[in-house]
């Protein structure tokens, strides 16, 4: 292969720029800023004696114990919140998709990547969370961020819950509209941001979380709908934690609130969680459905959901509707859990002790020792640190199945007491 030589790029740059172009290494990625944040916080972790947190392999299946390094845990780092990841009627339903279809679709459902049983889910997830329709992609994170790109743009404003999800902030920041940040579920702050900003602005989108998934807790919803109406906006709802987990039949934030579903105008799930499947999906009315059907990147330009996945989620979403004792089952054991812990005096934060419970260490290192305990008694939770969270407010998440004993809630409550 011939070198590039500067005699031939002359052509490309000119030859006054040519000769004064020098070479130059490009950074090395050990010299990044990034690379080097990471290390310092494994070198802490060292310094600490606290063994690395993340990336732990998981040696066995199954959703409330878990064995990782030939040590069985009871998991309470999966969102798998109604055990569906390990029910027959999924796991013989996802043979038969990869028997009939094979293991994947191989393109884009524009062309040629779409199968019945996509429109069948789409179908059942629309009807089910109350919608005219709903679209599928095969990444939650990229669901919303090709969504809220796709929507907005330069000359529009985005006001977001300080703490939504990534996906939702880098949505906003690749769209090139206006960023506004409102202090977590303070509506005072919200409206404050759009009394001086809405008329600045042609279109206005509002995003938060159904159920947030660092700190437990929820939005006042009918508020949201009446501010959003009051300025005009559109009111987007990311409820990947909240479906399964909040209101009598498991249908999110919207059931739980007693809130009409269509007064939320973009709706997000997951199929990765309570549906245990991986993927995510948008649901609102027909006409925004098809704006994304034919414009958002992350569906035209990307393969179709494997049709294993599709067809687990198809499963699991008719099994939440045919069983909604499961869900209730679960919200048990989380007041449950949620009364143990509060009654031991641990700090649950904000949580309204629904799926994901929160108990907060409070610095870095103090979380990496209680994880190392904790698993040291046999419990397998969730770390959380900053940036995700505060620097002073890291914690272990505690995310609840409705497949969980009472023993063993109970025993993880009594361990965290004392630890």
């Given at each position: 292969?011939?070198?590039?030589?500067i005699?031939?790029?002359?052509?490309?740059?000119?030859?006054?720029?040519?000769?004064?172009?020098?070479?130059?290494?490009?950074?090395?990625f050990?010299?990044?800023?990034?690379?080097?944040?990471?290390?310092?916080?494994?070198?802490?972790a060292?310094?600490?004696?606290?063994?690395?947190?993340?990336?732990?392999?998981?040696?066995?299946?199954?959703n409330?114990?878990v064995?990782?390094?030939g040590?069985?845990?009871?998991n309470?780092?999966?969102?798998?919140?109604?055990?569906?990841?390990?029910?027959?009627?999924?796991?013989?339903?996802?043979?038969?998709a990869?028997?009939?279809?094979?293991?994947?679709?191989?393109?884009?459902?524009?062309?040629?990547?779409?199968?019945?049983?996509?429109?069948?889910?789409?179908?059942?997830?629309?009807?089910?969370?109350g919608?005219?329709?709903?679209?599928?992609?095969?990444?939650?994170?990229?669901?919303?961020?090709?969504?809220?790109?796709?929507?907005?743009?330069?000359g529009?404003l985005?006001?977001?819950d300080?703490l939504v999800?990534?996906?939702?902030?880098?949505?906003?920041?690749?769209?090139?509209?206006?960023?506004?940040?409102?202090?977590?579920?303070?509506?005072?702050?919200?409206?404050?941001?759009?009394?001086?900003?809405?008329?600045?602005?042609?279109?206005?989108?509002?995003?938060?979380?159904?159920?947030?998934?660092t700190?437990?807790?929820?939005?006042?919803?009918?508020?949201?709908?009446?501010?959003?109406?009051?300025?005009?906006?559109?009111?987007?709802?990311?409820?990947?934690?909240?479906?399964?987990?909040?209101g009598?039949?498991?249908?999110?934030?919207?059931?739980?609130?007693?809130?009409?579903?269509?007064?939320?105008?973009?709706?997000?799930?997951?199929?990765?969680?309570?549906?245990?499947?991986?993927?995510?999906?948008?649901?609102?009315?027909?006409?925004?459905?098809?704006?994304?059907?034919y414009?958002?990147?992350?569906?035209?330009?990307?393969?179709?959901?494997?049709p294993?996945?599709?067809a687990?989620?198809?499963?699991?979403?008719?099994l939440?509707?045919?069983?909604?004792?499961?869900?209730?089952?679960?919200?048990?054991?989380?007041?449950?859990?949620f009364?143990?812990?509060r009654?031991?005096?641990?700090?649950?934060?904000?949580?309204?002790?629904?799926?994901?419970?929160?108990?907060?260490?409070?610095?870095?290192?103090?979380?990496?020792?209680?994880?190392?305990?904790?698993?040291?008694?046999?419990f397998?939770?969730?770390p959380?640190?900053?940036?995700?969270?505060?620097?002073d407010?890291?914690?272990?998440r505690?995310?609840?199945?409705?497949?969980?004993?009472?023993?063993?809630?109970q025993?993880?409550?009594?361990?965290?007491s004392?630890?």
């Amino acid at each position: 292969m011939a070198s590039i030589t500067i005699r031939s790029i002359k052509p490309l740059l000119g030859s006054r720029q040519a000769e004064r172009f020098g070479y130059r290494e490009a950074t090395a990625f050990s010299n990044t800023s990034r690379f080097r944040s990471i290390r310092q916080y494994r070198m802490l972790a060292r310094a600490w004696g606290v063994k690395e947190p993340f990336f732990k392999i998981q040696e066995s299946r199954s959703n409330t114990s878990v064995t990782i390094e030939g040590q069985r845990f009871v998991n309470f780092a999966w969102t798998d919140y109604l055990g569906f990841s390990d029910h027959p009627e999924v796991l013989r339903a996802a043979r038969s998709a990869i028997d009939t279809f094979g293991s994947c679709i191989s393109a884009s459902p524009m062309v040629s990547g779409s199968l019945e049983m996509h429109r069948q889910l789409e179908t059942e997830l629309a009807e089910f969370f109350g919608f005219e329709d709903a679209l599928l992609f095969v990444s939650g994170h990229a669901a919303n961020v090709s969504t809220i790109g796709t929507l907005v743009g330069e000359g529009d404003l985005i006001v977001h819950d300080e703490l939504v999800h990534n996906s939702a902030k880098v949505g906003a920041r690749l769209s090139g509209a206006e960023i506004k940040a409102f202090r977590h579920n303070n509506l005072a702050s919200l409206v404050r941001i759009l009394l001086q900003r809405r008329d600045h602005f042609k279109n206005v989108m509002i995003v938060v979380e159904g159920l947030y998934s660092t700190e437990g807790d929820c939005p006042n919803l009918s508020d949201l709908v009446a501010i959003k109406e009051r300025f005009g906006c559109w009111l987007m709802v990311d409820d990947a934690h909240a479906i399964g987990v909040l209101g009598a039949n498991g249908r999110g934030i919207a059931e739980y609130a007693n809130v009409d579903p269509k007064k939320i105008d973009i709706f997000m799930g997951t199929l990765s969680k309570t549906l245990a499947s991986c993927g995510g999906f948008i649901a609102g009315n027909a006409e925004l459905i098809e704006i994304l059907k034919y414009s958002a990147p992350g569906f035209v330009y990307s393969v179709g959901l494997p049709p294993a996945m599709t067809a687990a989620a198809l499963a699991s979403l008719r099994l939440l509707r045919s069983d909604p004792e499961r869900v209730h089952r679960l919200q048990k054991n989380c007041k449950l859990f949620f009364r143990e812990c509060r009654q031991r005096g641990l700090d649950t934060g904000t949580s309204i002790g629904l799926g994901m419970i929160p108990v907060i260490a409070g610095s870095v290192k103090k979380t990496g020792r209680l994880l190392e305990r904790m698993m040291e008694r046999g419990f397998n939770p969730s770390p959380i640190i900053y940036p995700a969270v505060r620097i002073d407010t890291s914690r272990l998440r505690f995310f609840i199945s409705s497949e969980h004993s009472i023993a063993d809630l109970q025993s993880c409550a009594e361990a965290l007491s004392r630890e």
